[in-house]
Structure formats: structure tokens, C-alpha cells
């Protein structure tokens, strides 16, 4: 019998939206019957994540765990957040989890290891995630190569995922973030790690010839449903 999935969302609302869509879409169902159970608790009031982690701001760990009360409260039996920042706090609130927790930067890293051994990945992601080193302590520990955005690369990164959480229009992002890919690719990058929710969004209007992309959210994606009991669509 499938579990039921709790997807930890509103950081940000578009990237939870389309989080929950690649659930769907990766889910190997002839009917209705056969996708899963999802229940979804969008709080974008949680505390700003890079804030926090920079400027002493707010945690967000409590407002965590007050979505996580909530998603089990009303039936969640795997809980997914898609928002690697967030994992930065990830031993303050999964203490109040009495579900699996499904921990998103070591998915990640498991799938390039998995995906693409050996070869060097960009990793992409706020500036929060770099300096803490989230996604980059994974690489570490499966012995993944891979190189990071300079500084004036991440001041733009972290401009477009300002913009996408904005609503802008993520086309108009286009050749900014090839920019940055560009460069990168020039220094040795093989694929790119989409370490924020919201670089997914950004790189399905990239030409898809041009970049190899490994989509961290996606993987997610894939984890929650193999989790929960269903089967993932080939």
C-alpha cells in the first residue's frame, strides 16, 4: 500500500508548484489510482533561509517543524522540502519529525555519482547553500569532482533566483544564466548540478543541446516516489 507524500513547500510557491508536478509526471500511472496521496503545506512565510545563515536573521527551523506537525497531522507519512537551503537546518527541525524525512543534498549527490561518475560537475545554488557547504560536503563524500560559480558568477545566480521567486520572467533569464554556464563550461564544467529549487525553472528554457543538466528537485522527485511505494515512470 503507497504512503502518503508531504511536500514542505512555499520556499518559494512556484518551485513547490513544480515540484509537485515532477511527482506526478514521474510517476508510472495508467489511472488516477495509481498516483500518490500528496498533501502540501506552502508556508512562504517561512524565515528567509540566507538571512539567517548571513546575517543572524530568523531561523526558519521553527516554522519548519510547525509544517511538519501540519503535514503529519493531516496524513503524511514521507515528508519532502524542496529547498536545499533549508536543509542547512536540517538537525534542528527534523527532531520533531516522526516521519521519514527525506534528506534532499545526499539524493543529489547519490545521483550524480550514480548519473555521471567521474565527471565534473558545475554546482549551482544560492550563496547560502555554497557557504555551508551542503551540496559540496555530498560531492565530498562520494568523491565527486566538481567546480563552484566565482564570486561575480554567484552574484548573478543569486540575482536570477531572486527574480524567480519574484515572478519575473524567467525567458528574459536566458542569457544571463548561459553566461554563467558558459563560463564554467570553459573551466572544466561536464554537467550542472541545479542546486535550487529555482534553477530548474530557469533551464528548461535553456536549448537543450547545449547543457547537461542534473535537476536536484527531480531527483527528489523520484525519491519521494520510490519512498511512498510507487513505481517511477522510465
Known sequence: MQKALGI?????????????????????????????????DCHPQIPNRVEAIFNGGESPASAISESIKKLESVGAEIIAMPCITAHAFYSEFVKSASVPF????????SACAHDYPGEVAG??????????????????RYNLPYITPNNSEQDVLSKLIDDVKANNDIALMVSEFSKVLDAMKN???????LGCTELPLIAAHCPADNYTFLDTTLELAKASILSCGGTVKL
Open 187 to 193: 573551466r572544466g564544467a561536464r554537467y550542472f548540478v
Open 123 to 140: 554546482v549551482l545554488s544560492t550563496a547560502a547553500t555554497a557557504e555551508t557547504r551542503l551540496l559540496l560536503s555530498q560531492m565530498d
Open 102 to 109: 527525506l534528506y534532499l543534498p545526499d539524493i543529489a549527490a
Open 8 to 40: 514542505l513547500g512555499g520556499m518559494g510557491s512556484l518551485a513547490t508548484a513544480g515540484f509537485m508536478t515532477k511527482v506526478i509526471e514521474n510517476t508510472k500511472a495508467e489511472k488516477d489510482q495509481n498516483h500518490l496521496r500528496i498533501y502540501v
